[in-house]
């Protein structure tokens, strides 16, 4: 597959999804949501002042209690110009993070035509919930969020971007999940109590449930906010920049070699009116 996000194209997309950043903090600010640049935006921020050049997402998180509240509001004030993708609106929606969709618009990756929903341009909204206190069970915690999540998404999918080996071992997995009812229904429901089992639980320690590096962060890592310049913007960012970056990505303020510098494969984009 080839990327067809020319310089032309990712400039436009960037300005698109500013667009949707700045419509979503509007909403965040108007309800007293907190929320925080994160990943690559976040060291857009802090090492480039904006957009990393090659970036072609953005990144937001927010502690599980934003995040609810944010959807609350949009549910009960129900927007023409975005649709809100989260597995507990659409079942085959496989991602265990939230988006902020542009309606009207297209994006499309690899898994695109094996579900029935259609993703627009969008900013990606992840999550913090907590964890248990108790090192151990943190580590089988961690453990069992990552197999159930992945084990979702072969529910969902049948793959074809790989190997013929590892696409013949992901479809019969597909095949005989669906054969045995572990389907996406299953796994929305078993997940959703999932990542939520610690909600109750104050100590201070919280993650993204969907990171591969099962990162383990401190709340004191996050609050209080601090500004971050932004594409001529001031929005939030963690307060602790290195607890939340080195683990993931190391030393963030040096550039990864050219051949890292990509962003998503996509089969197509539309910008629709935008």
């Known amino acids: 597959m080839n990327n067809i996000l020319s310089d ?27 929320y925080y640049l994160i990943y690559g935006t976040q060291i857009g921020a802090i090492r480039h002042q904006g957009f990393i050049p090659w ?28 649709t809100i993708f989260d597995s507990r609106y659409n079942s085959e929606y496989f991602f265990q993070f939230g988006r902020m969709s542009l309606n009207e618009t297209y994006w499309s990756e690899y898994w ?66 669906n054969l045995f009812k572990l389907n996406d229904k299953y796994f929305q429901k078993k997940l959703s109590k999932l990542f939520r089992k610690y909600e109750s639980n104050s100590g201070q320690y919280v993650t993204d449930l969907t990171l591969r590096e099962r990162v383990v962060f401190k709340r004191s890592d996050y609050k209080p906010p601090k500004k971050s310049k932004f594409e001529n913007y001031v929005f939030t960012i963690p307060n602790d920049d290195d607890n939340t970056l080195i683990p993931i990505y190391g030393d963030y303020m040096q550039l990864p070699p050219e051949e890292e510098r990509v962003g998503h494969i996509l089969n197509e984009i539309d910008f629709g009116k935008y």
């Open 55 to 82: 970036d072609d997402d953005i990144d937001i998180i927010m502690f599980r209690e934003d995040y609810e509240k944010f959807l609350k509001v949009m549910e009960e004030n129900p927007s023409e110009k975005y």
């Open 8 to 34: 032309n194209v990712l400039s436009h997309l960037q300005d698109v999804e500013l667009m949707i950043l700045k419509d979503f903090v509007d909403i965040c600010e108007d309800n007293d949501i907190e």
């Open 112 to 177: 695109d035509n094996q579900v029935s929903f259609k993703l627009g341009i969008h900013i990606d909204l992840f999550i913090l919930d907590n964890l248990p206190d108790n090192k151990l069970k943190r580590r089988i915690y961690l453990r069992r969020c990552f197999i159930d999540t992945r084990l979702y998404s072969l529910s969902v999918l049948k793959f074809y971007n790989f190997s013929k080996i590892v696409n013949l071992a992901l479809n019969i997995t597909h095949s005989l999940l």
